[in-house]
């Protein structure tokens, strides 16, 4: 196996190659460091395979429109990219056994549940109940936790304070998404203890994790 090159000895300003090939490598290095990598890149850390002064954004823009026609692209999530299977292919992801199983675990219910913290947090477990109609088990709750998909919040000023929850980064990173402003407009989706839950998240939820 090659030694890993150290950082400091990495050619970085390409300054033999021609402009358009010199461009062009930068690109598929920074493609490279996204698909190493199952968490956000910052723009620092990818500007650091590539020429000093050169557009992290720019360069960034001609790989999406690259990777036009291919079943996964690059999203801009929290601080940072990522590269993330589309929706569409997400039957192909649970049809491979071996595959699927790198997606977020979740069922139904736990999806719907997970919505309705997304959509409602700071929400106590009192409160789901009011939207499901029915007890969310502390199980399901510690399994959303278990998965960093949500964490604890604020006290509630409800009497005895019960312990709220709210969504975490990584909620954000699974359904890349670069803030909450981001989810699905309420409106379009379906009451959560109704129907299907997070539709629009439907194929995500699959492809999630890399």
Known sequence: MAKH???????????????????REWMRRIEAVLFASASPVPRADLARVVGQGVSVDLLIEDLISDLADRPYAVVHVVDGWMLQTRPAYAPAIRAAA????????????????????AYHQPITRDGLKD????????????????????????????????????????????????????????????????????????????????
């Open 5 to 23: 090159q150290p950082a400091a000895d990495l050619d970085r300003a390409l300054a033999d190659l021609p402009p358009e090939l010199r461009w």
């Open 131 to 210: 939207i499901f109609g029915k007890e969310v088990s502390r199980n399901l709750i510690g399994r959303l936790n278990a998965q960093d998909l949500i964490a604890t919040g604020p006290r509630s000023p409800l009497r005895g304070a019960p312990y709220t929850f709210v969504t975490t980064e990584r909620f954000l990173v699974a359904f890349a998404l670069e803030s909450l402003r981001d989810l699905p407009d309420r409106e379009q989706l379906e009451d959560a203890g109704m129907g299907h839950p997070m539709s629009e998240f439907d194929g995500v939820i699959a492809g999630a994790s890399r």
């Open 98 to 117: 071996d595959v699927g199983d790198q997606g977020l675990d979740l069922n139904e219910f736990e999806t719907a549940v997970l919505a309705a913290i």
